[in-house]
């Protein structure tokens, strides 16, 4: 196929407008995949992808279409992940294409996500084509969605794509537009290799696996190629498509999308956005908007049994492999023993990794909340790094603290604009900016600091909007904040992985709640606990768990053994989540206490 029938697309949307959907319907379409061989949304491969109903990882797709005009195109379909942790992966996929399908979901009009994406699609100068999904609905609002795209966004209507992807209607009429719509790739065929990697996942067999789209000259099979931001080099041993299996290739041309393999370690070594080139030939400059991604949000990992230390650094470890996003180092605790300090780039990042080690590493773990990442000033004049609250010097070693902020934008219908408000001012919010999208609809924008933002603020997001509201954001930069450390003692002894930091005006309002829920949480001993929260050496509030003899076979009078057998294997299994902090037992929901006080 000619440069000039090569068509690289992408599809944008907010979760759950359909874009898996689409995409299944257009590789059954152009007969990529027979009908007998699809699997349900054959774009999210991996499980937990497919049971949250979330893309993480890019898949890409090669169609191959005649078009109405009889002329053969291959159409490269690039699957971007759906959430705002993954913002970088989004934003280097949609620079491989040179248009995006955008999937609005007409029983819902434009979300924050739908804006947020596109927004990224236009900044990557892409040709954006709207699409109205769901038409198939009874709430289905054409003329009130298109209405929302057209002034919000600003994007031309007049002939837009209603589809229902779930009926297979429109298909057609979408792969004519992005045949039509989407510009073909820039013909830079004399140039030296450049190619950008997209996606970059670890398989046993080949090493990691780069996803790529060569934006100038061309890539062979046994080419030395150069990495141009991480300068490692490799001798290619395979390269190919994804149609959407792997089928191997010996040459790919500029504007063409393929993988390849070159026994490469780690994903490190080989990171998206990073430019291959030839070694021989290398380019000049490599292509623009390469990241070395860091993470946001950090918790402690702790396996519940001290034994299985070393099998839990050996599954980080695999795990890292495929995630360069992924950092660890080791943690040492009194408390909680050995174990390793982690960060993500967000919170769900947090629980999928969390999630992968219990469940395919077969790891039982005690995981500490999680937190962002502070900077402090001591009063040497040294700008410490903290992503670890007991890790906050005292207070007469500061000089100042600061914090992550975000740009957060919420989007829903007008009548909870009163509730959304409430809560972002509750957690710290300073309001910017309100825009009417239509006159039932609004965007509220929001500078607020991100520790407020990766606590339960979601979750009352929805909650105050029945479910309308959506939102998004990103980061903005540290600022300078009155914080303190507010620390926990169980027992009379510090607690260091319940300690956090919080603003100095709600401190006595977060121990208070703090306190009062770890004595719900924690279960009673032999002996009288009393829990406090410290701020420096001034208590700020205390509570008191009173002692309590437990004899629970006591209930089980008669000889029933079998049922006191039961009685005791269910009291241990309860008791395998708990770390002893001192004398006392702690179990895996006090850790996270802090993040639902409300
Ligand atoms: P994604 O999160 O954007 O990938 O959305 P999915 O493709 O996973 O779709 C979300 C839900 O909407 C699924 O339950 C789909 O079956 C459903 N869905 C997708 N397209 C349509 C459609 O055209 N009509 C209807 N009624 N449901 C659809
Ligand atoms: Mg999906």
Redesign the pocket.
Do not use: E, P
């Given at each position: 196929v000619p440069v000039s029938n090569i068509r690289n697309f992408s599809i944008i949307?907010?979760?759950?407008?359909?874009?898996?959907?689409?995409a299944d319907q257009l590789l059954l379409k152009t007969k990529t995949v027979a009908e007998r061989d699809m699997v349900e949304?054959f774009m999210?491969s991996n499980d937990i992808e497919r049971e949250r109903?979330?893309?993480i990882k890019l898949n890409t797709a090669r169609m191959k279409y005649t078009a109405k005009d009889g002329q053969l195109y291959a159409l490269n379909l690039i699957d971007t992940p759906?959430h705002v942790d993954f913002t970088y992966e989004v934003s280097r996929s949609l620079a491989a294409c040179e248009g995006a399908l955008l999937?609005v979901d007409a029983s819902q009009g434009v979300e924050a996500q739908t804006l947020a994406n596109v927004w990224l699609a236009l900044e990557a100068d892409l040709e954006v084509i709207p699409i109205l999904?769901?038409?198939?609905?009874p709430g289905a609002d054409c003329e009130r969605v298109i209405r929302e795209i057209e002034e919000i966004i600003g994007l031309d209507c007049s002939n837009i794509l209603q589809?229902?992807?779930?009926?297979g209607l429109g298909i057609e009429e979408t792969l004519e537009a992005i045949v039509h719509r989407v510009p073909p790739p820039k013909n830079n065929i004399g140039s030296n290799l450049r190619a950008l990697i997209f996606d970059s996942y670890y398989d046993a067999y080949r090493g990691v696996v780069c996803q790529f789209r060569v934006t100038d000259g061309s890539i062979s099979k046994g080419d030395v190629v150069r990495m141009m931001n991480t300068g490692k080099e490799y001798q290619l041993d395979e390269i190919g498509v994804l149609a959407p299996h792997k089928v191997e290739v010996d040459t790919l041309y500029c504007g063409e999308v393929g993988y390849l393999a070159a026994q490469i370690k780690s994903v490190k070594d080989a990171r998206v956005g990073d430019t291959v080139t030839q070694k021989s030939a290398p380019a000049a400059e490599p292509l623009a908007g390469y990241q070395d991604v860091q993470p946001m949000v950090y918790c402690g990992l702790f396996p519940t049994n001290s034994d299985d230390y070393q099998d839990l650094r050996e599954a980080l470890g695999k795990l890292q492999l495929n995630d360069a996003a992924l950092k660890y180092e080791p943690e040492v605790n009194n408390a909680m023993g050995f174990g390793f300090r982690c960060g993500f780039l967000g919170l769900l990042h947090m629980e999928i990794v969390q999630e992968r080690l219990e469940r395919e590493y077969d790891m039982d773990l005690v995981t500490t909340a999680p937190t962002v990442v502070y900077e402090c000033m001591t009063t040497d004049g040294e700008v410490m790094t903290i992503n670890c609250p007991s890790d906050v010097p005292e207070a007469s070693k500061r000089e100042w603290m600061a914090e992550p902020y975000v740009r957060l934008e919420m989007v829903a219908p007008k009548e909870y604009v009163g509730n959304l408000m409430d809560l972002a001012n509750n957690r710290r919010g300073e309001f910017v900016e309100m825009k009417y999208l239509t006159d039932s609809r609004t965007t509220l924008i929001f500078d607020i600091p991100l520790a407020e933002v990766v606590t339960d603020y979601f979750d009352e997001l929805k909650s105050r909007s029945k479910g309308y509201a959506s939102m998004e954001y990103k980061i903005t930069g540290y600022r300078k904040n009155e914080l303190v450390k507010l620390e926990v003692r169980i027992n009379g002894e510090p607690a260091d992985p319940l300690a956090v930091v919080c603003h100095r005006d709600s401190a006595y309002k977060i121990g208070k709640a703090l306190v009062h829920k770890l004595k719900e949480l924690i279960p009673r001993q032999m002996f009288k606990v009393p829990i406090q929260a410290c701020i420096g050496v001034k208590v700020v509030a205390s509570e008191t768990i009173a002692p309590y003899r437990k004899d629970v076979l006591a209930k089980c009078y008669g000889g029933d053994m079998s049922r006191k057998k039961k009685l005791l294997n269910k009291q241990a299994e309860g008791k395998k989540r708990m770390k002893a902090l001192g004398k006392v037992e702690v179990p895996q929901a006090a850790f996270m206490a802090v993040l639902n006080l409300n």
């Open positions: 949307a907010h979760i759950d407008h359909g874009k898996s959907t689409l949304q999210d109903g979330i893309t759906g999937v999904n769901k038409i198939d609905l589809v229902s992807a779930k009926m």
